[in-house]
């Protein structure tokens, strides 16, 4: 099992930056497949980006390639997500989440069995 706590959320203006961390408890986070979602008021979760227990460079939505970018570092048990270019339509409560262990990547938030809590993200116009 893995308990997930996302961090580095806030207000910032369109245009900017945010680095969003997930870090992971226990050992065995280099098993897991991780993704990012995000769901805005009134929306359904949406998927953002997702990277294989393996690593490598992962993938992400289409309609965000560009300008977020998924990456790991197994040795600190973290997840990030580098937004930039944000948008106000960027305004979310952002999710990471993880799968079975050494299960594939997914963009369909059923195949993660593991969520954190979210961390709110308000791109101002």
């Known amino acids: 099992q893995v308990q997930l706590v996302e961090s580095g959320g806030g207000l910032v203006q369109a245009g900017g930056s945010l680095r969003l961390s997930c870090a992971a408890s226990?050992?065995?986070?280099?098993?897991?497949?991780m993704g990012w979602f995000r769901q805005a008021p009134q929306k359904e979760r949406e998927f953002v980006a997702a990277?294989?227990?393996?690593?490598?460079?992962?993938y992400t939505a289409d309609s965000l390639k560009g300008r977020f970018t998924i990456s790991r570092d197994n040795a600190k048990n973290t997840l990030y997500l580098q937004m930039n270019s944000l948008k106000p339509e960027d305004t979310a409560v952002y999710y990471c989440?993880?799968?079975?262990?050494?299960?594939?990547?997914?963009?369909?938030?059923?195949?993660?069995?593991?969520w954190g809590q979210g961390t709110q993200v308000t791109v101002s116009s």
């Open positions: 989440a993880a799968t079975k262990p050494y299960s594939g990547s997914s963009y369909r938030t059923g195949d993660y069995d593991y």
């Open positions: 226990g050992r065995t986070f280099s098993s897991y497949a």
């Open positions: 990277i294989s227990w393996i690593g490598g460079s992962g």
